[in-house]
């Protein structure tokens, strides 16, 4: 059952440290996005690769967060340092060119 | 800024009824899509409508597009109580990379036994 894995679920943290969220796509699709959903904003567009290839991270505040995919199978969003405001669930979603997306169940992240 | 932008943004309805949400959208679009997200869990993809197409049918469900008023609906028929979500609509525009998708705020549905 394919399915795309994102983790950790939930992290606490402290304003200050680096939150590290990791996903890992379905194998062969070739386009992985970041999102972050928030009650205030929404789905917000963070990050967006195709066959590994950053296309789009004009959503994502460049100062402190930073997307990557290593690999096929690995893709990173980071944050340093964390803000109270970071707090929100991040989703990774992965698909084929212009087709439907696979969302991850998301990641919690609460920063105090 | 949200490309698309659904109305409702929450409806209540009992089970047998049928409910109606809309989504507009900016600018010109490759195709739409319609997800359903449950309370704590990532988005589910529902249906995709490309421009070219003015109605989708799936199961209970079906989308209209209508690219002059830049607005697509979507219907659910027969609701149960497990259709309570919130429902998204995407767009994939014209003047973005191909594939690009930008969600609208939801429509959130409750319905009840």
């Known amino acids: 059952d394919a399915r795309v894995t994102q983790t950790p679920r939930d992290k606490v943290t402290e304003m200050g440290q680096e939150v590290t969220m990791r996903c890992q796509p379905i194998?062969?699709?070739?386009?992985v996005f970041w999102y972050r959903q928030t009650m205030m904003q929404g789905l917000e567009l963070l990050a967006y690769?195709?066959?590994?290839?950053?296309?789009?991270d004009s959503g994502m505040p460049k100062d402190r967060f930073s997307a990557e995919m290593p690999d096929a199978t690995l893709a990173t969003l980071k944050i340093q340092p964390s803000e109270p405001r970071d707090s929100a669930v991040y989703f990774c979603?992965?698909?084929?060119?212009?087709?439907?997306?696979?969302f991850g169940e998301g990641s919690r992240l609460t920063v105090l | 800024s949200q490309q698309g932008e659904e109305d409702p943004q929450a409806l209540s309805i009992q089970e047998g009824e049928n409910a109606t949400m809309n989504c507009s959208y900016k600018?010109?679009?490759?195709?739409l899509q319609w997800y359903r997200q449950n309370s704590g869990r990532g988005l589910v993809h529902l249906i995709l409508?490309?421009?070219?197409?003015r109605e989708k049918h799936s199961g209970r469900l079906r989308v209209t597009l209508d690219t002059s008023k830049k607005s697509s609906s979507l219907l659910i028929t027969a609701s149960r109580a497990a259709d309570t979500a919130s429902y998204f609509c995407?767009?994939?525009?014209?003047?973005?990379?191909?594939?690009?998708?930008?969600f609208g705020a939801g429509t959130q549905v409750v319905v009840t036994p």
């Open positions: 600018t010109s679009i490759n195709n």
């Open positions: 690769f195709r066959n590994r290839a950053p296309l789009d």
């Open positions: 409508i490309r421009s070219n197409e």
């Open positions: 979603a992965s698909g084929l060119e212009a087709g439907e997306l696979f």
């Open positions: 995407a767009t994939d525009a014209l003047t973005d990379s191909w594939g690009k998708l930008q």
């Open positions: 194998l062969g699709h070739n386009t």
